[in-house]
């Protein structure tokens, strides 16, 4: 990780838990999970519980995956394609008896999104074949990270991630107020002002 | 020195990259200054977000109905949960959550100005909800252009949320408008109390060459092009309702294209950034008793 991390690497700056990347697959907006940010949880279920608090509150998803980072690599330039572990703490790769999940970004600054699932078993191997597909896309694409696909947690449970109970106070009691907003407007009609003022005053 | 020539190189290509709308990533190459800057930003909007439910807080049992009260709740809920989206991105640039935390009960924190005062009336939670939220709005919609492409992707989601605090602020400002002559006084006095403080939310006119989030593009407007446009947008909607803004000197200038206010309270301003405003030290005393009350569900989670 970056330079500026040693000033702050004193044992009284130890924060709890781990980095988990989340990836969400918003309701009738995406067609693949796509990188929302990463959030901090002692461990895998409570991230779980967390991802779906931060990304899926306000907006109803299909799908949640939450990867811890220490699972992901990254390759910032697939012309070069050399991985690099997004955080220094690494599974060994020969533990790795998994196929990898690819996610990538053709335009820079765009969120990462899942492409596809190569049969692969080895990152070598996966590296190799994410590269060139990167490549031979159109357009390019321009950085890739992967994980093993059995990193991935996965919540796409419609009870947890739609029930009615959320969209009710996504919009409580909707905030239609163009009624209102009419109302209110006769308040700034300068003609209406005095005699309003009684009007209340004699109710 | 030859070592030293290089860096500077680097650094000045760096420069000319996000002046052209280049995009940073977590893991890129960045100078130590840029870094620094992007912290400080953060840092000081994630301990805004995280402050800014405590006047909110003041007012969940004291809702008028069931419906405000799960509104504010939720409200205050999103608040939280911005904080800790913005946390994490200081902690991948190098500062790490606890160490901001520490630094906001220790009073060396900075956090916006609107959470620095008091709350006089439910009133008020409306103006807040609609005003402060909006005024925030803006800078946040131009924080979607950041060079720092983590921030303004985090950006999409908490303007989306804060869309919604501006409905539920606006609505209970109509409501209380529609009502009794009493209830309109009640939002008069909630403008004249928040207008001076919103005139002064997005900061001084600073020229843009002397803004150095400016210059490393972390934002992409100046506070005065907030300012104009967060007034372009809000004082006709505050107008055609009867609310009167307590300046007498605010009017649009046709020649000039610009909206002309009175100088507002700089003093004042500079006076919250040391945090000494009229509510800091309780809001940050509630912040520090909050923080020793969850130490113990950290420490088990250590564990």
């Not at chain 2, 904080?83 to 606890?98: C, F, I, M, N, T």
């Amino acid at each position: 990780m970056p330079e500026a991390t040693k000033s702050h690497t004193d044992v009284q700056y130890q924060d709890e838990g781990e980095i988990f990347e989340i990836f969400q697959q918003k309701m009738r907006k995406d067609t693949a999970p796509r990188h929302g940010g990463n959030l901090r949880a002692p461990d895998s279920e409570l991230a779980l519980h967390y991802a779906r608090e931060f990304y899926g509150r306000r907006e109803e998803s299909d799908r949640l995956w939450v990867v811890p980072r220490a699972m992901l690599w990254e390759i910032s330039d697939p012309t070069q394609p050399v991985p690099h572990a997004l955080t220094g703490a690494m599974v060994p790769q020969q533990d790795i008896q998994t196929t990898f999940a690819v996610f990538g970004r053709a335009q820079a600054g765009a969120p990462l999104a899942w492409i596809l699932d190569l049969p692969e078993t080895t990152l070598s191997g996966a590296v190799e074949a994410a590269a060139q597909l990167a490549q031979q896309s159109v357009p390019p694409y321009r950085r890739l990270w992967l994980c093993p696909r059995s990193a991935i947690l996965e919540l796409a449970d419609s009870d947890l991630l739609h029930p009615p109970l959320d969209r009710s106070y996504r919009r409580l009691a909707g905030y239609n107020i163009r009624e209102k907003l009419r109302t209110a407007r006769q308040h700034g009609q300068p003609s209406l002002q005095g005699s309003e003022e009684k009007d209340d005053d004699e109710a | 020195m030859a070592i030293k020539e290089d860096e500077e190189v680097r650094v000045e290509l760096f420069r000319e990259y996000v002046r052209h709308g280049g995009k940073v990533e977590a893991t890129d190459w960045m100078p130590a200054e840029y870094r620094q800057s992007l912290i400080r930003f953060i840092e000081m909007h994630a301990n805004s977000e995280l402050m800014g439910v405590l006047p909110e807080r003041d007012w969940i049992m004291r809702a008028p109905t069931i419906q405000r009260k799960l509104a504010l709740t939720a409200k205050i809920q999103d608040e939280a949960g911005h904080a800790e989206l913005l946390y994490r991105l200081v902690e991948d640039l190098g500062k790490p959550r606890s160490a901001c935390l520490e630094d906001l009960i220790a009073g060396r924190g900075k956090f916006h100005n609107a959470f620095h005062y008091r709350t006089g009336s439910w009133a008020d939670i409306g103006i807040i909800a609609w005003l402060v939220d909006a005024a925030a709005i803006v800078s946040q919609n131009a924080l979607r252009d950041s060079s720092y492409a983590p921030y303004a992707r985090t950006m999409q989601k908490i303007c989306w949320e804060e869309s919604f605090h501006v409905m539920h602020g606006r609505d209970a400002v109509l409501t209380m408008v529609n009502g009794t002559s009493r209830q309109r006084e009640m939002v008069q006095e909630a403008l004249n109390r928040w207008w001076p403080v919103l005139m002064v939310f997005h900061g001084p006119d600073t020229p843009p060459e002397k803004d150095r989030d400016l210059q490393w593009r972390i934002k992409s407007k100046t506070n005065e092009e907030l300012r104009q446009e967060f007034l372009s947008t809000q004082v006709p909607r505050l107008r055609e309702i009867g609310l009167v803004i307590p300046d007498p000197e605010l009017r649009y200038d046709e020649e000039q294209g610009r909206w002309l206010y009175s100088e507002p309270n700089w003093d004042e301003l500079r006076a919250i950034a040391r945090n000494q405003g009229p509510a800091t030290a309780e809001r940050i005393a509630f912040r520090r008793l909050t923080y020793e009350e969850g130490r113990w569900v950290r420490d088990l989670m250590r564990h």
